[in-house]
């Protein structure tokens, strides 16, 4: 791991823990063993380095193989989405599970998570990647299953998907107030609870 990896370690960390406006740059330097001043070889300053773990976190989801293979394709034509939504629902919980079984992503979504009062960058980066982004996702959704005859007529697409989607949100928030360290068998619990609420609300709301 070389020293600007370090950085981006050892910053996420503590801004998980403590807050990013209770962390100094100087108490980043301290727990990677340089000098402050060497920081700013890899780093403008503090805000820099909480771009970067935005940007990273942001490319996770651009970039994971998983997401974007065409099994999760939100296209009107796509066989998966068409004949068992559940299974599509399924697999980008698994690619989502997978993407959250490093320690280091996990920490990401809790500095938003536990951060974003206080703070507007974060508070901007959670309104727009974390709710904003996945709601346009699960309205289009809906929105083919209903096209498609799927689900029934008089289902608004819009509110089902802020539904589908509050539950999991709800669920995360719960875990990272609860615990500092989130333990494995915990977060295997978010994902099976998460997955049931969604079958229990496609069946609700599929055409019998």
Request: charged share 30%.
């Amino acid at each position: 791991m070389n020293t600007k990896e370090k950085i981006f370690d050892v910053s996420l960390d503590l801004f998980s823990k403590k807050g990013y406006d209770s962390v100094s740059l100087r108490e980043i330097a301290e727990e990677v063993g340089i000098k402050k001043s060497s920081i700013y070889s890899h780093y403008s300053s503090k805000e820099a380095i909480l771009m970067d773990i935005f940007e990273y976190f942001t490319d996770l989801f651009k970039y994971d193989e998983l997401l974007n293979s065409k099994d999760l394709l939100l296209t009107a034509d796509n066989e998966i989405l068409l004949e068992n939504p559940e299974l599509f629902y399924h697999q980008g919980s698994e690619a989502i599970k997978d993407m959250l079984s490093e320690e280091r992503n996990l920490k990401i979504w809790k500095l938003i998570f536990i951060q974003m009062h206080y703070n507007e960058n974060i508070r901007l980066f959670f309104q727009n990647e974390i709710l904003v982004k996945p709601l346009v996702f699960w309205n289009g959704f809906f929105t083919i299953l209903k096209e498609k005859g799927i689900i029934r007529a008089d289902c608004n697409p819009k509110l089902l998907a802020k539904e589908y989607y509050s539950f999991p949100i709800y669920l995360l928030l719960e875990l990272c107030a609860k615990y500092d360290d989130i333990p494995q068998s915990s977060l295997d619990n978010f994902f099976d609870e998460a997955e049931n609420h969604a079958k229990f609300l496609l069946d609700c709301v599929k055409v019998k």
